[in-house]
Every structure is written in C-alpha cells, then in structure tokens.
C-alpha cells in the first residue's frame, strides 16, 4: 500500500504520519500492495479537514471529515473509508457468487 499525506497550510509532522499508519493498518490492511491512498489533511481558523482517497485496481473511493481536531477529524475520515471498504468488498462478493451460480446453471451444449 502506498501512503502519500499531504497537509494544506499545516505541516506534516512525524507524531501524524505515525498516527496514521497505525489506523490505516488496522483499517485498510486488506487493500494489498497494489493500493495508492491519498491523505490530504488541512486547517481553515479553528476548522480541520481530512479527506482520504483509495485508488485501487477495480474502484476508487472518497471519505472526508471535519472538526475541531485534527487527530479526531483523521479517524472520522478513516471510520468512513472502512464502511465504505467494507460495502464495496460485500458487493464484489456478492457479484462474484452470482456469476459462479449463472455459470453453473447453463446448460452445456
């Protein structure tokens, strides 16, 4: 999985990318290698902004939260991301095991 964390008017500090790969292991590990997740991170006065975007073989998905904490905006964002993995994930499953039945109940000629 490539992480790429870009911040808008805020510096990436070592303290946030080590707070994000510690959720994204535990959220996104299924994803593998061919994954690219985009973390753009940015604070507007007393307003902070996450968006996080996941770019993978098949779809491409989008979470984004907003607080008044950045750390709390992260797992919002990332809170999202999972739902939205895990939706997806059920839904190829569910397209796959269609398929393999339509396939079975042909009749050969």
Do not use: N
Not at 10 to 39: C, F, N, P
Not at 74 to 90: I, N, V, Y
Request: hydrophobic share 35%; aromatic share 2%; no cysteine.
């Amino acid at each position: 999985m490539k992480l790429t964390v870009t911040g808008r008017k805020l510096e990436i500090t070592e303290a946030i990318e080590q707070h994000l790969q510690k959720k994204m292991g535990k959220t996104i590990k299924d994803l593998g290698e061919s994954a690219d997740v985009h973390v753009a991170l940015s604070v507007e006065k007393h307003r902070h902004f996450a968006e996080i975007t996941v770019k993978t073989k098949g779809f491409t998905l989008h979470s984004e939260d907003e607080t008044d904490d950045l750390y709390t905006a992260m797992d919002g964002a990332l809170l999202k991301m999972e739902k939205q993995l895990r939706k997806t994930k059920s839904r190829l499953k569910t397209i796959k095991i269609k398929k393999s039945v339509a396939r079975k109940t042909q009749l050969p000629t």
